[in-house]
């Protein structure tokens, strides 16, 4: 999800009445719900589970074990900077630090979650396992969420009252229920036969899907309305090219494509053969088919003999 939206939703923690738990109590919680995507920084590292978005800091023994208590202390450390300066508190809360503790395991905990119901997916077990785990339930930046949770907390702090803020974090959660549960009707939708399949919700039509789904070494795209036709627009299946021998040279060709490879979870490849040598395309089929604007691709180059090619 967005970043908007997550702090969003660790505001409306607070606003419910946890923030008055201990001093810093709303930073807390704004911090923890964003602090997973961290990782946006460390693509350069050499260890994969870091260097991978949504993948260590994202999982539950990274993102939710390990880095709350970094957060309480930092945030901490800073309480006790702003005591020896003589600063005075508005707020008038005293620190209590195991409270501080449990806000930032709770506003982490929301961060997977949320991540959890788009189509991006997240390594929830990293780095014990690289399985990508999705519910299809939200669009990556939903209006809807933004508005309910919006509203709830602008109530809460009119009225200085968490009930608004509890509201809209219950609507929250009743909103990606029911997504789920539409995105789960979807996957089982007659005439879909698939190993592999994402069911994209739309963002403003939220009960409509775009889906993609993979099988047999084919990749098909179609879209769901369960207040229409039901599964519609269904593409012809087109080949993924991933078991061709010399896509196959090119997926371990660069470290650039290694990388994008252990992410995409829809490889597709395209081709372009040339006398000596061919230029291979990877994209990912969840963020290609023909509504989806932009892309995301890498590409890599690999010899191919034939006459008059020099020897490699």
Known sequence: MDNLTHSLVGWALAET???????????????????????????????????????????????????????????????????????????????????????????????????????????????????????????IISPWLLAMLGAGIWLSRRRQWGGPATAALAGVIGFIGVNIAISAQAWAAPGIDADRIFAAPEPLLFWRREMVWRQAGTITHARYDPLGQGLSEVSAPELDNMGDPLVQRAAVATPEVRKFLAWAQMPVARIERRACSATVTFGDARFSGPRVVGSFAVAADVPTPGPGCPPR
Request: with cysteine.
């Open 17 to 139: 009445g946890l923030k008055r738990l201990t001093r810093k109590g709303l930073a807390a919680c704004v911090l923890a719900a964003n602090m997973p995507d961290i990782d946006v920084f460390f693509g350069w590292s050499s260890w994969a589970p870091l260097a991978m978005h949504r993948g260590f800091t994202h999982g539950l023994v990274g993102g939710v074990l390990l880095m709350p208590p970094l957060l309480a202390g930092l945030l901490w450390l800073l309480d006790r900077w702003q005591v020896s300066r003589g600063s005075a508190f508005a707020s008038g809360l005293p620190m209590r630090f195991g409270w501080l503790l449990a806000l930032c395991y709770l506003g982490a905990l929301t961060h997977p979650l949320l991540d959890l119901q788009n189509t991006y997916a997240v390594q929830l077990l990293s780095p014990a396992s690289e399985r990508w785990f999705h519910t299809d339930g939200l669009f």
